[in-house]
């Protein structure tokens, strides 16, 4: 056998084989072959580390034995190789760094959760998937695998959607591979119909794909499909009954249709494998809150922090049910430890805020907000506006209506169809006698949403009790205050009340006393008894409120010590009172 016809044969091995690690098993034992007669020694100066990188190949077992195939191919490449060695070295080297990358990103692929570090594993794959492309572009499980690594969060959708694309034109005769590519492509479609298309495909070619069952179940969850992404979630634990991901999500689904005990059944499938399955605990407390049970919500947060005392989410979850339980100290700590986790945190400083306000301590709340607009100059006005709009209310709050004003008018100018903004400044307008600039604020919002009974009822409100006789209108009064009404089917007092005030107005005071002794019933409030009292004496009602601004000075905190936290080590447990079975001593 000469060495020219062993070549030839090197060559037709690596074309014949049905796959490139197949290829390259035939390449690797012909090539010892050829390499034992010691014909082809001195044919080329790369060749013997082409013979070289075979022998590591065969032998490989480890991560950096891969690497020293690469090594010795991109060596043997460089030297100079006859045409035949050069197909097989590309062949190869091709292979290699393909498998090199394939193993590496079992740790991404093949667990849950990914490795943390999937980050750098992804940028060390990237140039050499890049690499095998650039020798052999028309190597599919190189642009699936490319494709996938695109993917990921801070990917490159485009080009993923470039080279899965690729793939699946090159896998026709592997249905398990192109399943993966469609699997794949449909994560990165932004469209649903044709994301849903893709999965379908996906489960069709290889219904054992059970990633793609699970991710079509997820897609059904996401768009409300609950029945079917029940069906398609059942079919992973017909797989694997301990598969904690589709027990979360099936659990997920009934939370969706309100099933709270299935779903609970399901999350204790996860405890029962898993006593420190976070999510668990986690999905719990958020079932409990959906229930009403703050007190056993908490208890699971509690539950959650001890397996993770990092675990932000839990922690600022933890927070805003303690404020809504009005423990205020409690919910303070969770946040001090929540900005110690993550300093500036904006969702942990707008819950502090809160707390403030629920303390009457406006001054420190209105100085986080001021906080979060010195941060947040660079993102979009919606963020700003909501920022602003929430400042505006702890002014009102802070009996500082014109201050108000002022900050829905900043809103406003930046965002002139802001409604929330525009009802709060129609509102804010009321409680100081403007009742021209109030009605015109709430026209403008009632176009924006014209079936908001809140809108519709101060509207209303003006309208008929206004004491200015030019900006009153009793008939368009009734017709709001008629719509507020039926949008509330009439359960309001308050709203059944402003009807009452609205026909009064027109001088019809039979049916104001109807509707306001209706009002009386539903509700004891002084005012609609006053009011109902006013009606029998055949007089409308008339309202003009003129608050004064707050004279004392707003105690805003020093920036500088804002964010003074207390020290205490997270990762460790800590002492804990009697009355909280979960909370650190400070």
């Known amino acids: 056998m000469t060495s020219s016809f062993v070549r030839a044969a090197l060559v037709r091995a690596i074309h014949g084989a049905s796959t490139w690690l197949a290829r390259i098993t035939v390449v690797a034992c012909l090539c010892l072959s050829l390499s034992s007669t010691g014909r082809c020694q001195d044919e080329a100066p790369g060749l013997q580390d082409l013979n070289d990188a075979t022998t590591t ?31 097989y070295a590309e062949d190869l080297l091709s292979a290699t760094l393909y498998e090199e990358c394939s193993r590496l990103c ?21 140039p050499k998937l890049n690499r095998a492309l650039e020798l052999r572009p028309k190597m599919a499980s190189s642009q699936l695998l490319l494709a996938r690594l695109l993917s990921l969060p801070g990917g490159d959708r485009a080009e993923a959607l470039a080279k899965v694309n690729q793939a699946i034109a090159l896998l026709e005769d592997d249905p398990d591979n192109l399943s993966e590519a469609h699997l794949t492509r449909a994560r990165l479609h932004e469209n649903h119909d044709e994301m849903k298309k893709d999965l379908d495909v996906a489960i069709e070619l290889n219904p054992r794909n059970f990633d793609a069952w699970r991710t079509r179940g997820l897609f059904y969850l996401s768009t409300g499909e609950t029945e079917k ?73 509690n539950q959650a922090i001890r397996i993770n005392p990092r675990y932000l989410n839990g922690i600022l979850s933890r927070a805003r049910l303690r404020l809504a339980q009005e423990q205020m100290d409690l919910a303070q700590s969770d946040i001090n430890r929540a900005l110690q986790l993550q300093p500036g945190l904006p969702q942990a400083i707008l819950l502090r805020s809160l707390v403030y306000a629920a303390q009457n301590r406006f001054g420190e709340a209105i100085g986080d907000l001021q906080q979060l607009l010195r941060r947040s100059e660079n993102e979009n006005a919606a963020g700003v506006a909501d920022i602003k709009l929430q400042m ?23 965002t002139p169809d802001f409604q929330p903004a525009l009802r709060r400044r129609g509102d804010a307008y009321l409680s100081v006698g403007k009742h021209a600039e109030a009605i015109q604020d709430y026209e403008a919002a009632m176009k924006l949403t014209p079936d908001d009974p809140g809108i519709l009822n101060n509207l209303a409100w003006v309208l008929a009790t206004s004491p200015r006789d030019e900006v009153r209108d009793g008939k368009r009064a009734i017709e709001i205050a008629q719509k507020a009404c039926d949008l ?34 539903d509700d004891t409030e002084e005012q609609l008894s006053k009011e109902l009292e006013s009606y029998r004496e055949k007089k409308a009602w008339r309202e003009l409120q003129e608050l004064q601004e707050n004279p004392a000075a707003l105690n805003l905190p020093n920036a500088a010590n804002s964010n003074e936290l207390p020290n205490f080590d997270l990762d460790k447990p800590q002492p804990v009172p009697v009355d909280d079975p979960a909370e650190p001593l400070r």
Not at 106 to 126: A, E, M, S, T
Request: proline share 4%.
């Open 57 to 87: 190949k065969l032998s490989a077992r480890q991560l950096q034995d891969l690497e020293k195939v690469v090594e010795l191919c991109e060596s043997a490449l460089t030297k100079g190789l006859d045409d035949d060695n050069k197909t």
């Open 488 to 521: 509330t089917e009439f359960k309001l007092p308050h709203m059944i009340s402003t009807l009452a005030a609205a026909y009064a107005e027109t001088g019809n005071f039979d049916e104001a006393i109807k509707w306001s002794e209706k009002a009386v019933s």
């Open 392 to 414: 505006g209310t702890y002014y009102e709050l802070d009996q500082r209506p014109r201050k108000a004003i002022e900050t829905y008018t900043e809103i406003l100018t930046a």
């Open 106 to 126: 079992r740790v991404i692929f093949d667990q849950q959760p990914p490795n943390p570090q999937w980050p750098d594993i992804r940028k060390l794959c990237l």
């Open 229 to 301: 992404a029940l069906s398609d979630l059942r079919q992973l634990l017909e797989q694997n009954p301990d598969d904690v991901v589709a027990h979360q999500f099936i659990a997920q689904a009934f939370r969706q249709l309100k099933q709270y005990d299935e779903a609970i059944e399901h999350l204790d499938k996860i405890t029962e494998n898993d006593p420190n399955a976070l999510v668990a605990f986690e999905l719990r407390a958020r079932i409990a809150e959906e229930r009403g049970d703050l007190d056993a919500a908490i208890d699971n947060l």
